[in-house]
């Protein structure tokens, strides 16, 4: 069955970029959308934003200019960059597939944790 | 855009039900028949439970119900078992497209 998997560095320095990969894999990355969902530790979940396969993308209002996700097709994968972050921006990442208006397929997330 | 409005915590004894509210605006839960619900055991992912407002996923118990009635959607859990035990959180389609969660409850089943 489908499954998603997150990768990338745990450890951040303030002030630099966090990137993030999600590797789709027992099916194809074609006709959803896909999220990227965060969680501070202890806190509530917080939507980052999506991307089409078609490569259409929508972000939170309050990330939108630190956020890029962006989508690679030919590996099945599609990548979150959250730029200048801070120790607000740390927090359990999970990547997701949207059916309809619900992501009904998480990753089992990783914890970025911003420090020096 | 802000966070939807959830209590933080709710209890019930096993066989019970509970039900726990979220409230939002017109722009978000009022607006748009495309509410959700999750399900979060400590240290897991969230679970789909609940989506469209009243839909369940292949799998989901019919245990589980959902509703909504003007800015409020709620999440009925009725014979309410152990296992239950979780945080939930709701979420909606939003204006322009975007999705916003609510602050999540936590369930404690008695």
């Known amino acids: 069955q489908v499954q998603l998997q997150e990768s990338g560095p745990g450890l951040v320095k303030p002030s630099e970029t966090l990137s993030l990969t999600c590797t789709v894999s027992?099916?194809?990355?074609?006709?959803?959308?896909w999220s990227w969902i965060r969680q501070p530790p202890g806190k509530g979940l917080e939507w980052i934003g999506y991307?089409?396969?078609?490569?259409?993308?929508n972000y939170n209002p309050s990330l939108k200019s630190r956020v890029t996700i962006s989508l690679d097709t030919s590996k099945n994968q599609f990548s979150l960059k959250l730029s200048s972050v801070t120790a607000a921006d740390t927090a359990v990442y999970y990547c997701?597939?949207?059916?309809?208006?619900?992501?009904?397929?998480w990753g089992q997330g990783t914890l970025v944790t911003v420090s020096s | 855009q802000s966070a939807l409005t959830q209590a933080a915590s709710v209890s019930g004894s096993p066989g019970q039900s509970i039900t726990i509210s979220c409230t939002g605006t017109?722009?978000?839960?009022?607006?748009?028949?495309?509410v959700s619900w999750y399900q979060q055991h400590p240290g897991k992912a969230p679970k789909l439970m609940i989506y469209?407002?009243?839909k369940r996923p292949s799998g989901v118990s019919n245990r589980f119900s959902g509703s909504k009635s003007g800015n409020t959607a709620s999440l009925t859990i009725s014979g309410l078992q152990a296992d239950d035990e979780a945080d939930y959180y709701c979420?909606?389609?939003?204006?322009?497209?975007?999705?916003?969660f609510g602050g999540g409850t936590k369930l404690t089943v008695l």
């Open positions: 997701a597939r949207d059916g309809g208006a619900a992501a009904n397929l």
């Open positions: 027992g099916g194809s990355i074609s006709n959803y959308y």
């Open positions: 991307i089409y396969y078609s490569g259409s993308t």
């Open positions: 017109s722009s978000d839960v009022g607006g748009y028949n495309y």
């Open positions: 469209d407002v009243s």
């Open positions: 979420s909606s389609y939003a204006s322009s497209s975007t999705r916003v």
